[in-house]
């Protein structure tokens, strides 16, 4: 028997509360540990604000989004004396392993910790899909299946209206959920990070296709997607997180702005925002992250410290934390280039 913490970190995501379930269930009905579940991720382990996870107040929240321990983008390594208080927090509570899910800056803590001594085991989680090491993380499903339905939506109003109409979605650093979705729903262009764009050359796409006699048109544009132009993402605002990130947010507004002022068509923006992170899990998510969840307990109970666990092909495989958080995953040139045949 054993004492397992767990913590979710970074932005809410459809399926934490699967891999937490997970954990608990055959944590304890399998191992007999104890499993400890920190609050607003590693906030909680360095203020030791935790609670006790068992399989009854932990039933019935498969379905449910977002997470029962809270979130957030606290950094130990920005915090003073951040690594002894974790390590004097995880000591008190007699803690043999600490289960966290996040993404990259999540890990990447998860990561330096171990280097430092503390025994750890990472869960990928990002609706952005770009941690490497995992063919998918849960969330992005999800997230994908929210955008397609939006775009699906805006498909109607735009040809109503004979608008343009162009769509926001999240992505950072990788345009995965913009591809993804923007197949799947039929974008007309699709701008992510991965590849910076040039305006003149999406307001000739859209013009080519009013010349065909098609009278809208629908542009995916991921959030972290730059005009050649200026090659500067557009942010919300200046202040960065913990982690050095900007508040992202208006590439849409600005698109919507140019285009209509280069081709004459009337334009609106959309941007989903926090949408794509809120809401129940799809299917594929809640099975994903319940293997996960399997998976991880399973690594914590082998002490197979500094692993994370991943999906390779149909199976769940065990990767060091570096290979995972060492290189971020973006769009597979492949796949985007099918995208591109149905462009303009």
């Not at 997970?22 to 499993?35: D, L, Q, T």
């Not at 764009?197 to 959030?223: K, L, P, Y």
């Not at 991943?310 to 065990?318: F, M, N, T, V, Y």
Request: net charge negative; glycine share 12%; proline share 3%.
């Amino acid at each position: 028997m054993a004492r397992i913490g767990i913590l979710t970190g970074g932005g809410d995501c459809p399926g934490l509360n699967a891999v937490i379930r997970a954990v608990v269930r055959k944590g304890v009905n399998r191992y007999g540990h104890a499993i400890v579940g920190y609050r607003d991720g590693w906030r909680g382990v360095l203020n030791n604000q935790r609670m006790n996870l068992t399989p009854d107040n932990t039933s019935g929240i498969l379905h449910r989004g977002g997470t029962i321990l809270g979130s957030s983008r606290t950094n130990p390594f920005k915090e003073e004396r951040g690594v002894e208080r974790v390590k004097a927090s995880l000591t008190e509570e007699r803690i043999d392993c600490l289960i966290a899910v996040g993404g990259e800056d999540t890990l990447g803590v998860a990561d330096k910790l171990h280097s430092e001594g503390v025994h750890v085991v990472g869960v990928p989680k990002t609706i952005d899909n770009d941690l490497s090491a995992t063919d998918f993380t849960f969330g992005f499903n999800t997230a994908v299946q929210i955008c397609t339905d939006a775009i699906d939506r805006l498909h109607s109003t735009a040809e109503s209206h004979n608008r343009v109409m162009v769509v926001e979605v999240m992505g950072r650093h990788a345009g995965w959920i913009a591809t993804y979705a923007g197949i799947a729903g039929g974008g007309d262009s699709i701008l992510v990070p991965e590849r910076p764009f040039d305006i003149e050359g999406v307001c000739e796409h859209i013009r080519h296709r009013h010349q065909a006699g098609r009278t809208f048109s629908i542009v995916v544009v991921a959030e972290g997607a730059v005009p050649l132009e200026t090659s500067d993402v557009v942010a919300s605002e200046e202040s960065t997180d913990s982690f050095g990130h900007v508040r992202l947010g208006g590439i849409g507004v600005m698109l919507e702005k140019e285009i209509e002022k280069r081709t004459g068509y009337e334009t609106r923006a959309t941007i989903l925002g926090h949408i794509q992170r809120g809401g129940t899990p799809t299917a594929f998510d809640r099975v994903l992250a319940t293997r996960f969840g399997i998976a991880a307990i399973d690594c914590a109970s082998d002490d197979d410290y500094g692993k994370m666990v991943s999906l390779r092909g149909a199976d769940i495989k065990r990767v060091s934390l570096s290979d995972a958080v060492g290189t971020l995953k973006t769009v597979d040139p492949g796949l985007y280039e099918t995208a591109q045949v149905f462009f303009g």
